[in-house]
């Protein structure tokens, strides 16, 4: 389980021991001096302090941001640490006046040691190691590990960490019957796992103790376990197969495949390519920072809402195109197009503003998606067995046409991860329903590995303020006097 200090170690701010502020044992960092703190830095470490007991504030001299009230001249000093100002410090020297931030373009919500991004570079870290590195040589259970525990298992954690997954990933028999089986014949699987996920809540009473971290984990080892069994349940019942029981001796990624596409063998059986490539897949798709669903899993879990309710929460924004709907609105996009002659006017009429280029631009990622360069070598790995998608010419040459036009690179918008997994997906048997549902999967060790950060944050409740602009005071007018 992850420990007090995991969130304090990793960062800048929070070095313990002989390397805080003031006190570097003559091991004082080259470039970093240490200055005198000024009231307003005081009060930033006092913040600090509250929020985080026993960290401590590096302070870097000249970093500081001066504010002038220049209604009353008064001047406060406000440090940067970390990259970030303290909203709060900025309230303290201009009581009256909130920060707008809609959508957080410029607002860092939370501290957070899970994972490093960085938009302009193109660079993706898990705990520190680059994404490059983990699907390379990784898996996708050892770095669902690695993003809750902080460090890479040992051979003998691995080994009980994967048995604990594995047993795990049987359903009550009623999540399956009851709900599951109670959804339309046509129900979309997405809305499906949603619902069947917050369905578990109701199942084990347990996850109510979450602040007991052997409680904690074992919520986080069912939901990690039990959502492609669900994820796979809920296929099933659409396309009116009967349920697969998870089978113990396959690996995760293998066993989900089997749920999904057994019929009648002893043991279902696939090409080996398909099964590391839908583990790549995972291990890309695990977590990325602050994104939507994260924001809805770490704002639901700041309520202190049971892991299950706030896991329904994550999948719900997850379901939306433009976030993990997004690989589903790509293919829907390239049949839209249909053949190659259509990709200019196609381009033509989203540089008039007439929809979007699915799969294309990120809100962080300002020069390339590092996930889209792998998943398109793991393309060619997974076409090599299942033969070439059909839409494939039509994503290369949009993408071409689209990257040397000056509308997309003015906006710096690039593939994105979703641009070709679908594909993948799509060539590998997956219904597009699907494809969103396939995100969830992975992403469950990226949402919990928050959940359990801002628990030993022992973070406030998401509260975030608004500008009113309706109204003034105005007296209720009765029925028959309005016209
Ligand atoms: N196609 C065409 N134009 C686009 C696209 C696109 N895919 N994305 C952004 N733009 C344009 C906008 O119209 C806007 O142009 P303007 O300045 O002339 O008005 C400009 O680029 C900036 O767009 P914003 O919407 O402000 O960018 P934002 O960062 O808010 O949006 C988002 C990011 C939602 C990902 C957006 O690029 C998008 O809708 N992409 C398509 C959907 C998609 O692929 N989503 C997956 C994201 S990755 C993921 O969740 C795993």
């Known amino acids: 389980m992850l420990s007090s200090g995991d969130c304090r170690d990793s960062g800048r701010l929070g070095r313990r021991g002989p390397e805080t502020r003031g006190d570097y044992g003559g091991r004082q960092p080259a470039g970093l001096r240490v200055r005198q703190i000024r009231p307003a830095a005081r009060s930033y470490e006092n913040e600090v302090q509250r929020c985080n007991p026993g960290a401590s504030v590096l302070l870097v001299a000249d970093e500081t941001i001066t504010i002038i009230d220049n209604r009353t001249g008064e001047r406060s000093d406000i440090p940067i640490v970390n990259g970030g100002i303290a909203a709060s410090s900025w309230r303290k020297a201009l009581p009256d006046v909130l920060f707008t931030d809609p959508a957080f373009m410029s607002t860092a919500a939370c501290e957070s040691s899970v994972t490093y991004l960085d938009g302009d570079e193109g660079i993706l870290r898990y705990r520190g190691y680059p994404i490059e590195q983990l699907a390379e040589h990784s898996t996708y259970l050892e770095v669902a590990y690695l993003l809750l525990h902080g460090e890479l298992p040992t051979a003998e954690q691995n080994e009980v960490w994967i048995h604990d997954i594995t047993y795990h990933t049987f359903i009550h028999e009623n999540v399956r019957k009851r709900f599951l089986e109670g959804f339309h014949y046509d129900a979309h699987p997405m809305g499906m796992l949603v619902s069947a996920v917050a369905a578990l809540s109701t199942f084990y009473l347990d996850a109510k103790d979450i602040h007991d971290s052997d409680s904690r984990m074992k919520q986080i080892v069912r939901l990690i376990a039990k959502m492609p069994t669900l994820a796979a349940a809920a296929h099933r019942f659409s396309v009116g197969m009967p349920f697969v029981y998870p089978d113990n001796s396959l690996s995760f990624p293998a066993n989900f495949l089997s749920m999904m596409w057994k019929v009648a063998e002893p043991q279902f059986v696939t090409d080996p390519a398909l099964v590391r490539a839908l583990d790549v897949l995972f291990i890309l798709h695990a977590d990325h920072e602050q994104n939507c669903s994260t924001t809805a899993m770490r704002t639901v879990g700041s309520a202190h809402a049971d892991p299950y309710s706030a896991c329904a929460a994550a ?32 381009i033509a009429a989203v540089k008039q503003g007439k929809g979007r280029l699915q799969g294309f631009g990120h809100r962080v990622y300002k020069s390339y998606d590092p996930r889209a360069t792998i998943i398109k070598e793991i393309a060619d790995q997974v076409f090599a067995v299942t033969g070439k998608n059909p839409l494939l010419d039509i994503a290369l040459k949009l993408e071409e046409v689209a990257l040397s036009d000056d509308y997309f690179i003015s906006r710096r918008l690039y593939p994105n991860v979703d641009f070709y997994s679908g594909l993948i997906y799509q060539a590998m048997g997956f219904p597009i329903e699907m494809f969103p549902v396939l995100f969830a999967i992975p992403r469950t060790a990226g949402w919990m590995a928050h959940w359990a950060e801002l628990l030993e944050q022992d973070a406030k409740i998401v509260r975030p303020r608004q500008l009113y602009v309706g109204h003034d005071k105005r007296d209720y007018v009765p029925v028959d006097q309005r016209s």
């Open 315 to 346: 999948a719900a924004a997850l379901y939306g195109p433009r976030h993990g709907g997004a690989n589903e609105a790509v293919i829907r996009m390239l049949n839209e197009i249909g053949s190659l002659d259509n990709v200019d006017d196609y």
